[in-house]
T-cell receptor, first 116, second 114 residues
Framework: EAGVAQSPRYKIIEKRQSVAFWCNPI?????LYWYQQILGQGPKLLIQFQNNGVVDDSQLPKDRFSAERLKGVDSTLKIQPAKLEDSAVYLC??????????????FGPGTRLTVL | AQSVTQPDIHITVSEGASLELRCNYS??????LFWYVQSPGQGLQLLLK??????LVQGIKGFEAEFKRSQSSFNLRKPSVHWSDAAEYFCAVGERGGADGLTFGKGTHLIIQP
């Protein structure tokens, strides 16, 4: 079974530029998550989708970050404009569904963003 | 709000020695608890999880963890470490009732000495 795919794996941009990351979850997984992992810290949830609807985006800096999951499959995370503090690894994860019984989250390899 | 504390930023262990990584959590009810491992350039891999029942849980790669409600702890252990265990280890907590976003600790970097 193919895992969670992310691209690009690495991205270097200048501050104030825009950038987009792409995630393809495991086939059949209804729930998709984007996490931000700053160097030396654990991942922090940015946004969670159930199919193409947003479940939780309370920690997403909405003035500059946006995310969408059209058709309930692939997802894109965009930053516009980027700041130096956005340098981090952006992890995508997916799980079967959001239900009363837990479904394991499977993580992709991440996209490492460097903002200069 | 839930939170996770991993008191040790770095731990160095000799190959073949035993290992214990500490994790303390803050949560109002009985949480879902997890340990993940992250190797350089790799995504997070689930080692084990605790939901309820037996407080000693077994995971992959010979790891185990013990849930202690009185101490709000969920420490990870391994009787004998291998050089391939060198990695970053994260403890995480999730809310009961669904596969919602996890709250992670800052991680412990495990170094294995030959």
């Amino acid at each position: 079974e193919a895992g969670v795919a992310q691209s690009p794996r690495y991205k270097i941009i200048e501050k104030r530029q825009s950038v987009a990351f792409w995630c393809n979850p495991i086939s059949g997984h209804a729930t998709l998550y984007w996490y931000q992992q700053i160097l030396g810290q654990g991942p922090k949830l940015l946004i969670q989708f159930q199919n193409n609807g947003v479940v939780d985006d309370s920690q997403l800096p909405k003035d500059r970050f946006s995310a969408e999951r059209l058709k309930g499959v692939d997802s894109t995370l965009k930053i516009q404009p980027a700041k130096l503090e956005d340098s981090a690894v952006y992890l995508c994860a997916s799980s079967l569904e959001r239900s009363v019984s837990y479904n394991e989250q499977f993580f992709g390899p991440g996209t490492r963003l460097t903002v200069l | 709000a839930q939170s996770v504390t991993q008191p040790d930023i770095h731990i160095t262990v000799s190959e073949g020695a035993s290992l214990e990584l500490r994790c303390n959590y803050s949560y109002g009810a009985t949480p879902y608890l997890f340990w993940y491992v992250q190797s350089p350039g790799q995504g997070l891999q689930l080692l084990l999880k605790y939901f309820s029942g037996d407080t000693l849980v077994q995971g992959i790669k010979g790891f185990e963890a013990e849930f202690k409600r009185s101490q709000s702890s969920f420490n990870l252990r391994k009787p004998s470490v291998h050089w391939s265990d060198a990695a970053e280890y994260f403890c995480a907590v999730g809310e009961r009732g669904g596969a919602d976003g996890l709250t992670f600790g800052k991680g412990t970097h495990l170094i294995i000495q030959p």
